[in-house]
């Protein structure tokens, strides 16, 4: 009998489930949200922000000049007195209040969530806001047992903290920044990504209704002129920057030689690595959850996949057969699994490294997708046939591709694992509990997960080694970017 | 021959899950939905396997069968009747003309604890009687032992026996413990000449679990990228609403594609599973729920 391959293909198309916005409020214009108001710019100007699906302008958000950031620092100077005296037990209570108001909004924040920043409804509400919930109330139940934390010490909070968040998990970073500074006692001057503000000021407004003291949080929007004057203002004590690399480094040089302390969480390359004992099919679903994950723009993501040599086609081509099934699309629709590029800059780098991968001679699969019109739309990509030289390789993309490479022994993939110069993320997958147990110890990278890959708990520490950036968010280890010893 | 067991894929329960969770959030609405319910009614082997079963209620049965909501146009009928060896006679003279498969449990169901020619006379009897279908069990307990010759010789012979009846192999994954031995089982029924592997006999709890169903849909496809026949499925006992059904059409749509979409190669044992999907279809169509004693229960 002969054998069709393309036999699998799923035709029963599901019709069109989008999740509803009217439940949601979005104003036409944000303003920044400086000691415990809503204030204009002081230079009276404004940014559009975009669906990404469909190019269309959503609101205008303020933008913050330097003399902006001067108030909302003076602000944050100023509730730091109060604030960092008030008992643990009360500060906890404010972000308890926090964390119950996420979760009662959860809908609406998942759905503009989606709308702004492009990525599917499932993960905005199964992963994103339910996560930002969880790392308040984490942190909430901290702020009154600090001294548990750090046995025979005596904590103090640093001060007021600048921090710069990501555009690809708005709220979660967010969160993970908030909540850690909120439970130390510190103050917080916050400023989301230009592309994706509107979560981050529908946080301000909840934490507006929580009645947190004026000046504790103030959230700040623009892009990088705006990050740049919190960076070197000479009264913030502490900066904690998630993003690229190379603002990474600007950050550190900037803050060389000054008291600031530095936590930062900058790019990745994880390797995800499949040995031939391991679980296949859980395998192929492990590395569509590393690359596609977010539509790739995930700092963690396992952008280089390491298959064992003995089971590379099997793996490669139930790899391919499981992308077919993958649906791009509508970010609000239950049904998508990969939404949109985040913005227009972001897909034409993704599509310059995609035609360096083809320059270079990278094999390149891209299963056939349907993209609705309008919209930054990209593929889910594999380059098959590279290797440690290709740039591709060697480069963090942040979007949906895929490097493929084989390899023969155990020590052979240790090496190449950790020729890069990040060392953020790794997956391992094998049946055998040893054989995770001992790659743990020989792989530089902040984050190893064992048969799984892309899981966040806020107990968990998160960071990376070398170019990935230092310090830890998350779990106990996060409280330490935050506090300082008498 | 029966095939090497040893290099087979193994699974880990919680990537399973994982997988499954993903069928089971996808939003099924709209013309969707209909066309997935439809497609269930038409997949199912409406089942009575009491020891109370009477001529009178296969009768019913059967009539339900070929009648199931009269009121609502352009709906299939179920796929099968499915019955004890005694009644297959009576079965397949009731549905005379419809175009409904009678099928017919075997093998000394559902234990399957007796000798082969037992199981291979009451195989054959089922078939005089005019069973198109053959629903036989494995021996669980020399599979249990590693005595995987013997359950592999048995399909061989039984499948002898069903001369042109299609053969359905249930498996009984309630009583083999893990997903590993799913498919291992899985891999002895196909390769020994099964027509359709099926999950449970119902009458042992777990029955069809979609993570048992992932692992044999799993065991379908790449027994049709090595041999490029393709088995049919079958899970049995435990499907009993419209929306745990659209989750499996979702999952073989997913994994196995079109070429499976269809009551040649997929089937669902239930009896309580019509009448929802009925009560679903209606409402699609007038858009409000009618009350349960609208659907006749035969």
Same mark, same amino acid.
């Given at each position: 009998?002969?054998?069709?391959?393309?036999?699998?293909?799923?035709?029963?198309?599901?019709?069109?489930?989008?999740?509803?916005?009217?439940?949601?409020?979005?104003?036409?214009?944000?303003?920044?949200?400086?000691?415990?108001?809503?204030?204009?710019?002081?230079?009276?100007?404004?940014?559009?922000?975009?669906?990404?699906?469909?190019?269309?302008?959503?609101?205008?958000?303020?933008?913050?000049?330097?003399?902006?950031?001067?108030?909302?620092?003076?602000?944050?100077?100023?509730?730091?007195?109060?604030?960092?005296?008030?008992?643990?037990?009360?500060?906890?209570?404010?972000?308890?209040?926090?964390?119950?108001?996420?979760?009662?909004?959860?809908?609406?924040?998942?759905?503009?969530?989606?709308?702004?920043?492009?990525?599917?409804?499932?993960?905005?509400?199964?992963?994103?806001?339910?996560?930002?919930?969880?790392?308040?109330?984490?942190?909430?139940?901290?702020?009154?047992?600090?001294?548990?934390?750090?046995?025979?010490?005596?904590?103090?909070?640093?001060?007021?903290?600048?921090?710069?968040?990501?555009?690809?998990?708005?709220?979660?970073?967010?969160?993970?920044?908030?909540?850690?500074?909120?439970?130390?006692?510190?103050?917080?001057?916050?400023?989301?990504?230009?592309?994706?503000?509107?979560?981050?000021?529908?946080?301000?407004?909840?934490?507006?209704?929580?009645?947190?003291?004026?000046?504790?949080?103030?959230?700040?929007?623009?892009?990088?002129?705006?990050?740049?004057?919190?960076?070197?203002?000479?009264?913030?004590?502490?900066?904690?920057?998630?993003?690229?690399?190379?603002?990474?480094?600007?950050?550190?040089?900037?803050?060389?030689?000054?008291?600031?302390?530095?936590?930062?969480?900058?790019?990745?390359?994880?390797?995800?690595?499949?040995?031939?004992?391991?679980? #296949? %099919?859980?395998? !192929? *679903?492990?590395?569509? =959850?590393?690359? $596609?994950?977010?539509?790739?723009? /995930?700092?963690?993501?396992?952008?280089?996949?390491?298959?064992?040599?003995?089971?590379?086609?099997?793996?490669?081509?139930?790899?391919?057969?499981?992308?077919?099934?993958?649906?791009?699309?509508?970010?609000?629709?239950?049904?998508?699994?990969?939404?949109?590029?985040?913005?227009?800059?972001?897909?034409?780098?993704?599509?310059?490294?995609?035609?360096?991968?083809?320059?270079?001679?990278?094999?390149?699969?891209?299963?056939?997708?349907?993209?609705?019109?309008?919209?930054?739309?990209?593929?889910?990509?594999?380059?098959?046939?590279?290797?440690?030289?290709?740039?591709?390789?060697?480069?963090?993309?942040?979007?949906?591709?895929?490097?493929?490479?084989?390899?023969?022994? #155990? %020590?052979?993939? !240790? *090496?190449?694992?950790? =020729?890069?110069? $990040?060392?953020?993320?790794?997956? /391992?997958?094998?049946?055998?509990?040893?054989?995770?147990?001992?790659?743990?110890?020989?792989?530089?990278?902040?984050?190893?997960?064992?048969?799984?890959?892309?899981?966040?708990?806020?107990?968990?520490?998160?960071?990376?080694?070398?170019?990935?950036?230092?310090?830890?968010?998350?779990?106990?280890?996060?409280?330490?970017?935050?506090?300082?010893?008498? | 021959?029966?095939?090497?067991?040893?290099?087979?894929?193994?699974?880990?329960?919680?990537?399973?899950?994982?997988?499954?969770?993903?069928?089971?959030?996808?939003?099924?609405?709209?013309?969707?939905?209909?066309?997935?319910?439809?497609?269930?009614?038409?997949?199912?082997?409406?089942?009575?396997?009491?020891?109370?079963?009477?001529?009178?209620?296969?009768?019913?049965?059967?009539?339900?069968?070929?009648?199931?909501?009269?009121?609502?146009?352009?709906?299939?009928?179920?796929?099968?009747?499915?019955?004890?060896?005694?009644?297959?006679?009576?079965?397949?003279?009731?549905?005379?003309?419809?175009?409904?498969?009678?099928?017919?449990?075997?093998?000394?169901?559902?234990?399957?604890?007796?000798?082969?020619?037992?199981?291979?006379?009451?195989?054959?009897?089922?078939?005089?009687?005019?069973?198109?279908?053959?629903?036989?069990?494995?021996?669980?307990?020399?599979?249990?032992?590693?005595?995987?010759?013997?359950?592999?010789?048995?399909?061989?012979?039984?499948?002898?026996?069903?001369?042109?009846?299609?053969?359905?192999?249930?498996?009984?994954?309630?009583?083999?413990?893990?997903?590993?031995?799913?498919?291992?089982?899985?891999?002895?029924?196909?390769?020994?000449?099964?027509?359709?592997?099926?999950?449970?006999?119902?009458?042992?709890?777990?029955?069809?679990?979609?993570?048992?169903?992932?692992?044999?849909?799993?065991?379908?496809?790449?027994?049709?990228?090595?041999?490029?026949?393709?088995?049919?499925?079958?899970?049995?006992?435990?499907?009993?609403?419209?929306?745990?059904?659209?989750?499996?059409?979702?999952?073989?749509?997913?994994?196995?594609?079109?070429?499976?979409?269809?009551?040649?190669?997929?089937?669902?044992?239930?009896?309580?599973?019509?009448?929802?999907?009925?009560?679903?279809?209606?409402?699609?169509?007038?858009?409000?729920?009618?009350?349960?004693?609208?659907?006749?229960?035969?």
């Amino acid at each position: 009998m002969s054998k069709d391959k393309n036999i699998f293909k799923a035709t029963w198309a599901y019709a069109d489930a989008p999740e509803s916005t009217d439940h949601i409020k979005i104003k036409k214009q944000y303003e920044l949200f400086i000691d415990g108001e809503f204030v204009k710019p002081s230079k009276k100007k404004y940014f559009d922000t975009i669906d990404p699906s469909n190019q269309k302008k959503i609101a205008s958000i303020a933008e913050a000049s330097s003399d902006d950031i001067d108030k909302a620092v003076a602000a944050a100077n100023k509730a730091f007195t109060s604030w960092s005296k008030l008992p643990g037990k009360e500060r906890g209570k404010y972000i308890f209040r926090i964390a119950r108001l996420i979760q009662e909004r959860a809908r609406e924040f998942a759905v503009i969530e989606s709308l702004d920043g492009g990525k599917p409804i499932r993960e905005s509400r199964d992963i994103d806001i339910p996560l930002a919930a969880s790392h308040f109330f984490y942190y909430a139940g901290w702020a009154d047992k600090l001294e548990y934390a750090f046995p025979n010490r005596k904590v103090k909070p640093v001060g007021v903290a600048g921090q710069i968040i990501p555009w690809n998990f708005p709220l979660l970073m967010a969160a993970w920044k908030i909540a850690p500074a909120l439970a130390t006692g510190n103050t917080v001057v916050l400023k989301p990504a230009e592309t994706t503000s509107l979560t981050a000021l529908k946080l301000a407004e909840i934490i507006e209704e929580s009645g947190l003291p004026k000046g504790v949080v103030n959230i700040v929007t623009g892009a990088g002129e705006t990050g740049a004057a919190i960076v070197n203002h000479p009264d913030v004590d502490k900066i904690a920057f998630t993003g690229s690399t190379g603002v990474g480094k600007y950050i550190q040089k900037a803050t060389a030689g000054t008291a600031k302390k530095l936590t930062l969480e900058l790019g990745g390359k994880g390797a995800n690595i499949i040995f031939e004992d391991a679980a #296949i %099919d859980q395998a !192929v *679903e492990g590395i569509v =959850n590393a690359i $596609f994950f977010n539509q790739g723009h /995930v700092c963690c993501a396992g952008s280089r996949l390491f298959v064992q040599e003995s089971v590379a086609d099997v793996v490669i081509q139930k790899l391919k057969s499981r992308m077919e099934t993958l649906i791009v699309g509508n970010p609000l629709d239950k049904n998508t699994d990969i939404g949109a590029i985040n913005s227009a800059k972001q897909l034409k780098t993704i599509k310059d490294y995609i035609k360096i991968g083809l320059n270079e001679g990278g094999e390149i699969y891209q299963p056939n997708c349907k993209f609705p019109k309008n919209g930054n739309w990209c593929a889910p990509t594999l380059f098959l046939n590279v290797s440690q030289s290709h740039r591709i390789v060697q480069e963090e993309i942040f979007g949906p591709v895929l490097a493929v490479q084989t390899f023969r022994t #155990i %020590d052979e993939v !240790v *090496e190449k694992a950790n =020729n890069t110069p $990040f060392g953020l993320s790794a997956g /391992v997958w094998t049946q055998k509990g040893s054989k995770i147990f001992n790659l743990t110890q020989r792989l530089n990278a902040g984050v190893v997960w064992g048969n799984t890959f892309n899981k966040f708990d806020p107990t968990s520490p998160f960071g990376g080694y070398k170019e990935s950036g230092f310090g830890r968010e998350g779990g106990l280890h996060g409280l330490r970017g935050y506090v300082k010893f008498d | 021959m029966l095939p090497n067991l040893n290099n087979l894929p193994t699974y880990d329960t919680v990537g399973v899950n994982e997988r499954i969770s993903r069928f089971q959030s996808r939003s099924i609405k709209k013309s969707a939905k209909v066309e997935g319910l439809k497609l269930a009614l038409s997949m199912i082997d409406l089942t009575t396997l009491e020891g109370k079963d009477t001529k009178g209620k296969v009768q019913q049965l059967c009539y339900k069968a070929m009648h199931s909501h009269d009121t609502l146009k352009d709906i299939p009928t179920v796929a099968a009747i499915c019955v004890y060896p005694t009644y297959v006679a009576i079965a397949k003279e009731a549905l005379k003309g419809s175009g409904i498969q009678a099928a017919s449990v075997a093998t000394a169901f559902p234990s399957g604890n007796s000798k082969l020619q037992v199981k291979l006379d009451d195989t054959k009897y089922a078939v005089e009687q005019g069973a198109d279908e053959i629903d036989m069990v494995i021996s669980r307990g020399e599979f249990l032992t590693g005595n995987y010759q013997y359950v592999y010789d048995e399909i061989v012979a039984v499948k002898k026996a069903c001369g042109k009846a299609h053969l359905k192999v249930i498996l009984e994954t309630g009583e083999l413990d893990t997903l590993d031995n799913v498919r291992k089982a899985s891999e002895i029924a196909m390769y020994a000449g099964a027509d359709f592997i099926k999950t449970s006999t119902g009458k042992i709890q777990p029955a069809a679990t979609m993570q048992v169903t992932y692992v044999m849909f799993d065991a379908i496809k790449d027994f049709y990228l090595k041999t490029g026949k393709m088995i049919g499925m079958k899970p049995a006992g435990g499907i009993s609403t419209s929306k745990i059904a659209l989750q499996y059409l979702v999952m073989l749509n997913e994994m196995l594609g079109e070429k499976w979409m269809n009551k040649e190669y997929f089937r669902f044992g239930a009896s309580s599973l019509a009448n929802d999907i009925l009560m679903q279809l209606v409402k699609a169509e007038t858009g409000m729920y009618q009350s349960a004693d609208y659907f006749s229960k035969d």
